[in-house]
């Protein structure tokens, strides 16, 4: 997989990529990765959301680059990994944003009787298998450069008992954890760092609007007594991508407003 490759970072800008980067947290993880001067690529499953994406951020197209690519389609996956180190060479920062979280369509009955087996893996293949698989494809390279800076973005769902979300999307957040602690150690003695952000309530289109019930009760949790923004996770995840952030490996990283302070 190892080839001849072009310069991979430019003064402090990396190469880097952001799943799931056309809304929401992703989306605004990519926009602070421009402002910090990387060469930014992402994904997301809906070309219309990709599209809006690029044009919210006014196509800088010379270090930003995206196409519709679902997680889970690894070949996919691969082929756009190859475009992207033919455009600037290799990948040295990774964020694993890409996540879904199945809505309960009963309130009142309990999630596991609602969580069909299709349902389970449908999250966990998104959530989970997609982060394992693109650690494994972009290791290589990175353990090659000597540097590789890796953020899988969990969720307070995964860390305290899950209040909202389902029995699937609790697992594989609570999964990132414990794959972040495993790649780290492994990754570690070749100047890579893996570490997991886990947000709490953040306004989106996977949480909904705020007026929403869930949402109304969800603040009542939340010590600081407001939501958390995108734009408070990206920042994390700029340090974390940071050269300066060296030292710090196999962390989970809570940001939720003090509600679930590990
Ligand atoms: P959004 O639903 O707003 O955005 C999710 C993004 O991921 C979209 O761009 C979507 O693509 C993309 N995506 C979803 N599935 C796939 C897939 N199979 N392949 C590629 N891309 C995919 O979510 P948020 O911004 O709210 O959440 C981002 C991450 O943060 C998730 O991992 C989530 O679990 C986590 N998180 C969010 C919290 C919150 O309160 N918002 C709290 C804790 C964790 P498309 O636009 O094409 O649909």
Known sequence: ???SRKVSHQGDGRVALVTGGARGIGL???????????QVAFLATRAEHVERALNILDRPEERLYAER????????????????????????????????????VDQ??????????DEWTRVIDVNLNGPFS????????????????????????????????GPHYAASKAGLVGLTRAAARDLAPHGITVNCIAPGRVLSDL??????????SALSRIPVGRFGTAQEVAHVASFLASPMAGFITGATIDITGGEFAA
């Open 28 to 38: 605004e993880i990519v926009r602070r990765f421009l402002a910090d001067g990387h």
């Open 1 to 3: 997989m190892l080839q």
């Open 108 to 117: 009142d009955a309990p999630w596991l009787s609602q969580t069909s087996l």
């Open 207 to 216: 949480t909904g609007p705020p007026e929403a019930a869930v949402n109304r």
């Open 134 to 165: 693109l650690i494994r494809l972009l290791a290589p390279a990175m353990i090659a450069e000597a540097y590789g800076r890796i953020i899988n973005i969990g969720s307070l769902a995964g860390r305290a008992m899950p209040i909202i979300a």
């Open 69 to 104: 690519i679902d997680v889970t389609r690894h070949n996919e996956v691969e082929g756009f990994l190859e475009r992207i180190r033919a455009r600037w060479g290799e990948i040295a920062v990774l964020v694993n944003n890409a996540g879904i979280s199945p809505k309960r």
